[in-house]
T-cell receptor, first 120, second 114 residues
């Protein structure tokens, strides 16, 4: 199984350019997430989609937009890239939210291999 | 703001030794998870412990949870060079009966020397 697939793996942008990071999962998961990872900062949640048709802001949403295209796909868009958005971006999915809606708990996240983005 | 904070930030040990990493968090949780990240890769789930559990084992991993102190520890016994990675704790922040997301700490970078 492919699991969570992110594209591209590497990208260099100039300030002001736009781009979309793609993420797809083949595990029929309901919830999907976008995190960014910066040195010394750990992972910070940008946006998430607890279920198909819903999206919500995370800790650091400014400068980003997301689209839950369907149950499989969750894209992250940078409309006007800035050097502060240089980071490694990870997409993740889980069958259900960590302890939400369904009342189920114990949900673990499955991560993609990341996109290394540099904004010059 | 980030929920979990791992300690130490970096740990270097010899193969065969035990490695202990700690995580402290701020608010009530349903469960706490530990993840491993090898260099240049995504995170991989290791183990989950619920708020009503005090200890959990998985192979060479032992996790403890002390909700009164809002802290957890991850012990890796008989470490191997392949255990070299960064380790993160993650919590779901309880509010109004549920939580939709995991919040990760900054991680502990473990180096196991052959």
């Amino acid at each position: 199984n492919a699991g969570v697939t992110q594209t591209p793996k590497f990208q260099v942008l100039k300030t002001g350019q736009s781009m979309t990071l793609q993420c797809a999962q083949d595990m029929n998961h309901n919830s999907m997430y976008w995190y960014r990872q910066d040195p010394g900062m750990g992972l910070r949640l940008i946006y998430y989609s607890a279920s198909e048709g819903t999206t919500d802001k995370g800790e650091v949403p400014n400068g980003y937009n997301v689209s839950r295209l369907n149950k499989r796909e969750f894209s992250l868009r940078l409309e006007s890239a800035a050097p502060s958005q240089t980071s490694v971006y990870f997409c993740a999915s889980s069958e259900y939210p960590p302890s939400g809606y369904s009342g189920l708990t114990n949900e673990k996240l499955f991560f993609g291999s990341g996109t290394q983005l540099s904004v010059l | 703001s980030q929920q979990g904070e791992e300690d130490p930030q970096a740990l270097s040990i010899q193969e065969g030794e035990n490695a202990t990493m700690n995580c402290s968090y701020k608010t009530s949780i349903n469960n706490l998870q530990w993840y491993r990240q090898n260099s240049g890769r995504g995170l991989v789930h290791l183990i989950l412990i619920r708020s009503n559990e005090r200890e959990k084992h998985s192979g060479r991993l032992r996790v403890t949870l002390d909700t009164s102190k809002k802290s957890s520890s991850l012990l890796i016994t008989a470490s191997r060079a392949a255990d070299t990675a960064s380790y993160f704790c993650a919590t779901d922040n309880l509010w109004q009966g549920g939580s939709e997301k995991l919040v990760f700490g900054k991680g502990t970078k473990l180096t196991v020397n052959p």
